[in-house]
Structures are given as C-alpha cells and as structure tokens.
C-alpha cells in the first residue's frame, strides 16, 4: 500500500510556520498538501454557543477552531481507501519519518500516532509491530497529541460518526471520545519544536500556541452537572485501565531517540527566511 497524501494544517496568517513545513518537505524529498486552518476569530458566535460546551469543561475558541480544521480533514479522510496523514505545522520530522508514514496503511490500525509530548501513556503490553528499525506499539488509552497522526478510511468515518453531537479539544475527542483502535510509532517520528527546543535542540525556529490558555476550575452548580458528569464518566473508565496495569497494560512514556532529529537540525535559517519571502511577494502579486 502506498504511503497517504499528508496535508499539514496552518493559519495563513502564520507563513513561518508554513514555510517549516515546506522548508523540511523539501529536505526529505516528500510532498505536503497545505489546508488552510480555520481561524478561531471566523467562529460565529451561534456554531461557538453550539459546539462548545459538549466537553468535559467548556472549550475555547482556539480549540473549537482547531477541533473544525481537524474534522475537516477526516472528511477528506473518510473519502480515500488509505486515509491520510494529518501535521500540525510545528511539527519537526525525524530521519524515520518516511519510513513510518510508508508502513501505517497497512498496520490495520485505525489511527497512529506519530508523535510524542513526552507525557506517559497507556500501552498494551507485548503488541508490537516491527517495522525495520521501528515499531509500532497498540495503545490502550492515549493522553494527549494531535500534533501527527495517520487517520485510515474507516477511522475517519467514526470520528465524523459523533462529530456533530460531540465536540472536546482535538486529542481528547480522538483517544478519549471515540477512543479509536490506536498504535504509537516508536520511537517518535515526530515532535513539536517548542518540546524539542525544552530537549536542547536548536531548530532554527521558536513557535508559541495559541491553543492551551489559563482555564477557570469551574464551579460546583446546576448549570455545570453535565461538565461533571462528562468528567466522572472518563475517570471511571480511566480507573478501568488503571487496574489493567497490574497484568496487560504499561504506563510509560513513548521512546524517543534524540540521535533521530539531531542530523536534520538546526532547519536552515536562510532557507525558513527565503520561502517566508516567496510568500510575502506572491501575496503582493495577487493582490
């Protein structure tokens, strides 16, 4: 099976981030479809009443926008045989990348996770697929990241299956809600910049998120029953998988190999400037 199309989601007001993506693709000899990420400032007020209180807590509009950009690709997903694979545009590509986006397709799995936040997660334990020098290793429960991932056909269409009636930040909904049959590639084949910056790597680019901002513990009241019940629901089946540690599942981080990112860093700093530019000057000749 052929490796999927891979799009990378990205504001047009951010061209640096855009140009890391594009700057990296290049590099690796690998081609990358841009889809222009819905802003969280075009979310009207009606969709943003509807849609964000169907969570845990109330999500903001960063997350609601991103959550939206999200689902849009699963629809283009849930239309190709061999799925597709989804970036957020701060992600930094190992030298394994390739390989590990030519062997999901076939893996069975319904969504693989490229990345890693670093944060321990649920794993099965002595289910493992070897792929070379990589693995992919089936998750129990996943945490947190949504940074990179493959999407198959069929998982697609179950996240769209809900999509409309639940909504969460993206990873939440993807590992929590719909709790899909999931698999890590280890070791990542994908980090964020600002979690590779925190390792000591140079990137040759900073990037902030807009996404996780200061959240309010909410109130214990009558207006906030759902919020709970929502919440007490996922602790239970937490608890579930928690006890599970004591025969079938680990707790651990998803391994990682800095020796995997260290050949393709620091990303040229001329070469992020020079594409920011192209852009800058197409932009110019269109308007």
């Known amino acids: 099976m ?5 799009f990378y989601i990205n504001l047009d007001r951010a061209p640096q981030r855009r140009a890391l993506m ?9 081609a990358l ?22 969570w845990e807590r109330p999500i903001t509009r960063p997350e609601l926008a991103a959550f939206l950009s999200h689902r849009a690709l699963w629809e283009i997903a849930s239309e190709r045989p061999g799925g597709l ?7 930094v590509f190992s030298t394994h990348f390739v390989a590990a986006a030519e062997s999901v397709a076939a893996s069975g799995y319904d969504l693989v996770n490229f990345e890693t936040v670093g944060r321990r997660k649920f794993f ?3 289910r493992t697929k070897g792929m070379s020098r990589l693995r992919l290793t089936e998750l129990v429960r996943e945490k947190s ?14 996240l769209l299956a809900t999509a409309e009636a639940r909504t969460a930040p993206v990873d939440a909904y993807m590992f929590a809600v719909c709790r899909l049959r999931t698999a890590q590639v280890e ?16 990137v040759g680019l900073s990037t902030q998120t807009s996404i996780h901002q200061p959240r309010k513990r909410l109130p214990l009241s009558t207006k906030n029953l759902g919020y709970f019940a929502r919440r007490l629901r996922t ?7 928690n006890l599970r540690r004591l025969g079938d599942v680990e707790f651990r981080p998803a391994a990682f190999d800095g020796e995997a990112f260290a050949p393709l860093l620091p990303i040229s700093r001329e070469a992020l400037a020079a594409e920011t530019r192209r852009y800058a000057a197409a932009d110019q000749s269109a308007s």
């Open 2 to 6: 052929s490796r999927p199309e891979i």
């Open 22 to 30: 594009e700057v990296q693709a290049r590099a690796l000899g690998i």
């Open 33 to 54: 479809t841009r889809f222009a990420a819905i802003d969280a400032t075009t979310v009207d007020d009606a969709a943003f009443a509807r849609l964000s209180t169907r």
């Open 85 to 91: 694979i989804v970036l957020e545009d701060d992600t």
């Open 124 to 126: 099965a334990r002595h």
């Open 145 to 158: 990241g949504a940074g990179a991932y493959y999407v198959s056909q069929g998982g697609a269409r179950r």
């Open 187 to 202: 070791p990542a084949a994908t980090m964020q910049v600002h979690l590779l910056e925190e390792r000591g790597f140079d």
């Open 235 to 241: 602790q239970l089946r937490l608890a579930t998988v």
